[in-house]
């Protein structure tokens, strides 16, 4: 098969949701073009502003971080160290040699070392599946350690089957508050940076065959402490569909982010105010993170599930349903 762009080149790559095949100069150009559409229709940052990417080793935060410094951005690596035996290590380590290749800036921090928060030990501790304390984690120290560095972005590797399957599992359950809360860029508000995902219009298998072209080694194993999780369950779905209806996954979302999710957006005034221990934004006394440290710090008792549906939470990405295995796909209500 020829290259649906240039004609020439033999293609290696099919994107069928696009009717198109790209040989490997064409796929670059094509990747490019699609992180560079979705900065600008989304006005994700300027050219000036400096962006701190997420990185966790794997291939679309490596890819993101790639194509954002080819892009020509200032672009800072930030990796959190998530005490995962086996796995946080190595994945550390491909981003340090990513950041030394690049030359590249890197800031890292540990959860464990730092904060008494490793995951494998924190989910042990405490009724949360180990996904949910990460993704707690995750988005308090993305948006602190954004600010103590003086950035007011930060990037995150979300690609197109991420946000489909955690649409997927949002509509599943009418989880309004986040569906709310799913978009490309979530805006800069009080005590809170602008989080911004440039990789939302890309398949997952592109990404890897960008590091494949771009020679970049990421960590191929899935996070460990996933197995299970049910976004793996609606990713598997949703390709069954795109298997025998290409462009299925892309129109779901797609639709979604132009006719739905303005729909359930909540302009309701929450009051905010610092975190007792920490600072950071909160509408309790202490933050979710700070709440979390004392629980790990007590001695094990255990915890009931706290009362009613989830609020998405105003620090950014939404908690998706996906990641909260915990939840089973009965309700227990019903
Ligand atoms: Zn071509
Ligand atoms: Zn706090």
Known sequence: MRCTKCRGQEACLEVRRHNAAFCEACFLEFFRDQVARAIERHKMFRRDEPVLVAVSGGKDSLALWDVLLDLGYDATGFYIGLGIPGYSEPSREKCEAFAAQRGARLIVTDLESEYGLGIAATAQRTM??????????????????????????VATGHNLDDEAATLFGNVLRWQTGYLGRQAPVLAEEDGFIRKVKPLYRLAERE??????????????????????AKSLLFKDVLNQLEAVSPGTKQSFLFGFLEKAQPLFEEHEEVELRPCGQCGQPTTAELCAFCRLRAEVAQPKRRRGRGGKAARAPRDGTPEPATAASALPLVSPES
């Open 128 to 153: 949360r599946t180990p996904c949910s304390a990460c993704g707690l984690s995750k988005r308090y120290l993305f948006n602190k350690v954004a600010q103590e560095h003086g950035f007011r972005v």
């Open 207 to 228: 990404m890897a065959a960008y590091c494949v072209l771009r020679g970049i080694d990421y960590i191929v194993d899935e996070c460990p402490m996933s197995k299970g």
